[in-house]
């Protein structure tokens, strides 16, 4: 455990020798959802570190609310914390947010960087749909659900933020009962824009995404792309947004060979 400097202790892990890559995680998850990768890029010849964010897998969950500077400030005591210098940079989901906000203000540590299911700017819609969640995570859905006022605000929500259509039901899992830690790492993700800041990235980076991706569009992902200059892109046809679990042969192998 390593604490940060508002008391928060942070769970981490190291594996293998080498480059040091670091694995950042998304809302809901934790470290161990890099299991399937470990072993492989160890093998390769790579320290791989995990982290879990605060209020997510072994970390702790602080009282109160957080944002996204937390999470940020979180990563950059953790490196410091255990003394790495320059890394390459995964990130999924939020994880990948994280991920641009920190080789936007710090440059010089990333020696790489690989952008999984992720965005660079959350619009108004998307910025909907994460006020919805944080009202989802705050209450448990279920109790949203039995208040006629927030289902009804909250099917209005689905229906703008997926036009092509998505049923609410499919928002309740990791939901069911109020849930601190989601409901600031949904938080987080309201507002978040960086996208026109992507310029400025000169680490060579990866950008992948799944084109069944229900959670963060696909278009999100050839945007990010597009935007970092001499970024490549990997698309994963059918994949869903847990691509790294989903299809986590072929992307461990994609990252590997980005990697050398």
Not at 107 to 120: A, D, E, G, I
Request: glycine letters at 10%.
């Amino acid at each position: 455990m390593l604490r940060v400097p508002d008391g928060t202790r942070l769970a981490w892990d190291s594996s293998g020798e080498g480059p040091v890559v670091l694995l950042v995680h998304g809302i809901g998850s934790s470290r161990r959802k890099w299991d399937p990768h470990v072993a492989p890029l160890a093998a390769a010849g790579y320290r791989v570190v995990r982290v879990d964010l605060r209020g997510f897998g072994d970390s702790e969950t602080p009282p109160g609310k957080y944002a996204m500077d937390d999470f940020v400030n979180d990563v950059v005591a953790f490196v410091d914390g255990v003394g790495l210098e320059s890394f390459h940079l995964v990130g999924h989901s939020l994880g990948g947010m994280i991920a641009q906000r920190f080789v936007i203000g710090r440059p010089n540590r990333v020696l790489s960087l690989s952008l999984v299911s992720t965005t660079s700017h959350n619009g108004r819609r998307a910025s909907a749909l994460a006020r919805l969640m944080v009202t989802l995570a705050e209450n448990g859905f279920d109790a949203v659900l039995a208040d006629p006022r927030l289902r009804e605000e909250a099917e209005a929500i689905v229906r703008e933020a997926f036009p092509q259509g998505m049923p609410l039901s499919m928002l309740r899992r990791g939901m069911e009962a109020p849930n601190l830690a989601r409901a600031n790492a949904w938080r987080a993700c309201i507002g978040f824009s960086v996208k026109d800041r992507l310029g400025d990235v000169r680490c060579p980076t990866l950008v992948a995404h799944g084109t069944a991706d229900m959670l963060i569009p696909f278009r999100a992902g050839e945007l990010v792309a597009g935007a970092i200059p001499g970024a490549k892109w990997l698309v994963e046809e059918g994949a869903g947004h847990s691509l790294p679990q989903e299809r986590a042969e072929s992307f461990t192998r994609a990252l590997i060979d980005f990697l050398r």
